[in-house]
């Protein structure tokens, strides 16, 4: 399972490869409700998406009931500190409506007999010990900058990420 087949459709062929990526995971998976509650207010901020007075072509989608993805092309106009802090403000309102968290880096993601499964990162050694996960195990790369790499590199064995450095030698 590389996941793109379900995911790379939907991006719009439109945006420029590099188009910059923003990944926000949630700690919980959300529901049908939340996920069109969510996606409602994406499309809005995206439709009206500036940045110092210029419209920024964007687009921002929720996948799996548990990411959030905002992609921008900044081909014709950067997006500015502003911009971003909007996007932000916007996610922390969703955060506190749904009681949900985003901004939890320390909390990693893999896809595990059909479901999404969240490790602590202070956990990950013991998960691979224990078998949880391994050098095999599809990790949710949410480091990534682009829509190319989103498009090639979001959901990666564990071996092919900077998780690598907890596995067994």
Not at 149 to 155: L, Q, V
Request: with cysteine.
């Amino acid at each position: 399972m590389t996941g793109q087949e379900i995911y790379t459709p939907h991006l719009p062929e439109t945006l420029a490869p590099d188009s910059r990526v923003w990944i926000y995971q949630s700690d919980r998976p959300l529901t049908d409700s939340e996920c069109r509650s969510i996606q409602f207010r994406l499309d809005h901020y995206v439709s009206d998406w500036k940045a110092h007075g210029k419209t920024i072509e964007g687009f921002a989608s929720v996948f799996f009931n548990r990411f959030i993805l905002i992609l921008a092309n900044e081909t014709l106009h950067q997006v500015s500190g502003c911009s971003i802090d909007n996007s932000v403000r916007m996610l922390k309102e969703i955060e506190q409506e749904l009681s949900i968290t985003l901004f939890d880096r320390q909390l990693l993601c893999f896809w595990k007999e059909d479901q999404i499964k969240t490790i602590q990162l202070s956990d990950i050694e013991k998960a691979v010990q224990q078998g949880e996960i391994s050098a095999d195990s599809y990790y949710f790369n949410n480091t990534i900058l682009s829509k190319r790499e989103f498009e090639e590199n979001w959901i990666i064995p564990m071996r092919d990420s900077w998780l690598s450095r907890y596995l067994p030698s």
